[in-house]
C-alpha cells in the first residue's frame, strides 16, 4: 500500500469509517486547474462529490468560484459559502420549485441557474417566480446520448429554449449537457465521442441563433471528459469526482492524473475460516454501487471480495496471509460519490498523516 494512505493515529479512528487526504484534495485541485491550463473561469466543478462546505473553501482559495450541483441542499451549501454563480442541474418540479424560489430570497447575493428540459416545467417555473417577485435565469438540459434528461436536438428543443425567453420572469441562459454515456477508455476514443456531442451542439447553437435566440453559457461534462472540454474554445467544463478520485475512474481513466483522496477504513470483525475474514465495511458504509466489486483492498494482498451485506463484507484471501482481530483495513471505493453521501461526516487526515478534525458531510441531507 502506498505510503502516503498508512494513518499514524488510525486506533483513534472508529470503523467503518470515511477519511480524507488534505493532500490529495489539493493535489487534485491543482490539478483540475492545471487541466484548464490556468484558467479557472473554464472550470464550474460538481459539488455532488463532497458536498463539503471545507471543500469550496479549499476551491474557492484556489480561485474556483463558479460552481455546479443537484440538490437545492448543495445550492445552499455553495451560497453560504461565498460561491455567488451556482448551476443547480436539475430540473424543479414539485415543492421543490416553491424551494428554489425561497433559496433564491434568501440567498439574493448569489445568481442561480436552473435547467429545464420540458414545457411544463417551464410554465411552473414562470408561474412560481411571478407569484414571488423574482426572476430565473434557465438553461436547456440538452440530450446528446444518455438519454437520462435532456432533450435532443431540433424543433422541440427550440421551442422549449423560446418558450423560456417567451416566460414572463424567466431568462434563457445557454446549453447544460452532460455526457454521462461516454465511457470511452481510450483518450482519442473518448475525444471522438466528445466531438459527436460537441457538433450537437453547435446545431442546437445554429437553430437558435436563427430563431435570434443567444446562447451566452454552454456547461459540459464530467470528470471522465473533462480534459476534452478543457481544450474547448467557449464550454465551461464540470468535473465533480475530480476532488475526490476514485478506484473506478483510476483504473478506467489514468490519462485523467487525479489521486484517490477519500477511502473507507475498516476493520477485521471475524475470521470465519483460514482463507477468509469479514470486515465491517457493509453497503450500509461504502455504495453498493456498481455491481461486483465495490471497493479495492489497498493494504491486503490478493484479497477477493466474496458476499457483502448490510454491516458485513466477507473477504476471501490466500491462506498465508498473517490477519489478526481488529486489523485496520483501507478500502479504495469503486465509487466515492454515493459512499460520501452514506457518512454524516468524514475524519479528516493532514499532510503529516494524521487525523485531528472531522469535516460534516453538510449538504448530504437533500431536504434540509
Known amino acids: 500500500m502506498d505510503g502516503k494512505y498508512r494513518i499514524q493515529n488510525v ?14 484534495v489539493q493535489q487534485n485541485i491543482e490539478r483540475a486547474i492545471a487541466v484548464v491550463g490556468g484558467d479557472v ?44 454563480d451556482i448551476l443547480i442541474a436539475y430540473q424543479m418540479v414539485g415543492p421543490n420549485i416553491n424551494r ?60 422549449i429554449y423560446a418558450q423560456i425567453e417567451q416566460a414572463d420572469g424567466l431568462h434563457p441562459c445557454g446549453l447544460h449537457v452532460y455526457d454521462g454515456h461516454i465511457h470511452d477508455e481510450d483518450r482519442i476514443e473518448r475525444r471522438a465521442a466528445c466531438n459527436r456531442s460537441l457538433a450537437q451542439v453547435e446545431e442546437m ?27 474547448t474554445p467557449d464550454v465551461e467544463a464540470s468535473p465533480g469526482t475530480f476532488i475526490f478520485h476514485d478506484y473506478g475512474y483510476t483504473t478506467r481513466y489514468p490519462d485523467l492524473g487525479f489521486t484517490p483522496a477519500a477511502l473507507l477504513l475498516s476493520r477485521v470483525i471475524s475470521m470465519p475460516a483460514p482463507n477468509r475474514i469479514t470486515l465491517d465495511l457493509g453497503h450500509k458504509a461504502i455504495a453498493a454501487d456498481p455491481d461486483g466489486v465495490r471497493g479495492i483492498i489497498l493494504n491486503i494482498d490478493k484479497a477477493e471480495v466474496a458476499q457483502q451485506h448490510e454491516e458485513h463484507w ?6 498465508s496471509t498473517s490477519m489478526h482481530i481488529g486489523q485496520e483495513v483501507y ?37 434540509v
Not at 486506533?11 to 490529495?24: C, D, G, K, R, T
Not at 471545507?54 to 476551491?59: N, T
Not at 466477507?314 to 491462506?319: G, K, L, R, Y
Open 11 to 24: 486506533a483513534q479512528i472508529p470503523s467503518p469509517s470515511l477519511v480524507v487526504y488534505l493532500a490529495q
Open 100 to 159: 428554489f424560489v425561497a433559496l433564491q430570497q434568501r440567498c439574493p447575493n448569489a445568481d442561480f441557474k436552473v435547467i429545464v428540459d420540458h414545457s411544463e416545467a417551464v410554465t411552473a417555473l414562470s408561474s412560481a417566480v411571478v407569484k414571488h417577485g423574482v426572476t430565473a435565469k434557465v438553461m436547456l438540459d440538452l440530450d446528446v446520448g444518455m438519454h437520462r434528461t435532456g432533450v435532443p436536438v431540433g424543433d422541440a428543443a427550440v421551442a
Open 205 to 231: 447553437q445554429n437553430r437558435l441563433s436563427a430563431k435570434g435566440l443567444a446562447v451566452p453559457l454552454i456547461v459540459m461534462g464530467g470528470t471522465p471528459t473533462f480534459p476534452i472540454y478543457a481544450d
Open 41 to 84: 473561469s473554464k472550470l464550474r466543478p460538481h459539488a455532488k462529490t463532497h458536498k463539503t462546505a471545507e471543500i469550496i473553501a479549499m476551491e474557492r482559495d484556489a480561485g474556483i468560484l463558479k460552481h455546479k450541483c443537484a440538490t437545492l441542499r448543495e445550492a445552499e451549501m455553495l451560497a453560504q459559502n461565498g460561491i455567488e
Open 331 to 367: 478500502v479504495c471505493p469503486t465509487h466515492v460519490c454515493p459512499s460520501v453521501a452514506l457518512h454524516p461526516f468524514y475524519y479528516v487526515i493532514d499532510a503529516d498523516r494524521y487525523c485531528r478534525k472531522t469535516w460534516e458531510v453538510t449538504a448530504r441531507n437533500r431536504n
Open 314 to 319: 466477507a473477504i476471501n484471501i490466500p491462506e
